[in-house]
């Protein structure tokens, strides 16, 4: 989603749009997903604390734009919620723990058969896989 357009909807919302939650959300709109609170805050381009990044957040979450995913290191890891950014699943390297993105769509008849078999109503997806990335599989030689 063009971020103008990303930053309509949150405003529609009544999120007043700070330039911390600008250039936060313009990461995200960017492609950057699975980032801790400290991750992105190594990625602003001006220097805040921490806390400004943990209410950043939490108020990009609270408007739907951000969901977290906690790991299985405990730690929050934030992605953009798929009214704003497509559904995609991650790669995760059993070697050096980092994650990739992965785009992907499941099929439509997939998910239709999930939910008609098992009583459910799926609303988003989150696929990870796992194996090693190309550095930590050539290290294997």
Same mark, same amino acid.
């Given at each position: ?9 949150? #405003?529609? +919302?009544?999120? =007043? ?7 936060? @959300?313009?990461? /995200? ?8 609170? #400290? &991750?992105?805050?190594? =990625? ?24 977290? &995913? =906690?790991?299985? &290191?405990? @730690?929050?890891? $934030?992605?953009?919620?798929? +009214? *704003? $950014?497509? &559904? ?9 723990? #980092?994650? /990739? ?8 008849? *997939? ?9 459910? #109503? ?20």
């Amino acid at each position: 989603m063009e971020s103008n357009r990303a930053w309509e909807r949150l #405003r529609e +919302q009544g999120l =007043r749009m700070t330039p911390l939650k600008k250039e936060v @959300v313009g990461l /995200f709109l960017d492609g950057a997903c699975g980032l801790t609170a #400290r &991750d992105i805050m190594d =990625r602003l381009s001006t220097g805040v604390h921490i806390s400004s990044v943990h209410r950043c957040l939490a108020s990009l979450e609270k408007a739907g734009f951000l969901r977290p &995913d =906690r790991n299985d &290191d405990g @730690v929050h890891r $934030y992605r953009c919620s798929r +009214q *704003f $950014y497509p &559904d995609h699943g991650h790669f995760r390297c059993a070697g050096c723990g #980092r994650r /990739f993105p992965v785009h992907y769509r499941l099929p439509e008849a *997939f998910l239709r058969e999930i939910e008609s078999s098992g009583g459910f #109503r799926i609303e988003g997806s989150d696929l990870i896989l796992e194996g090693k990335c190309n550095k930590c599989a050539g290290s294997e030689d």
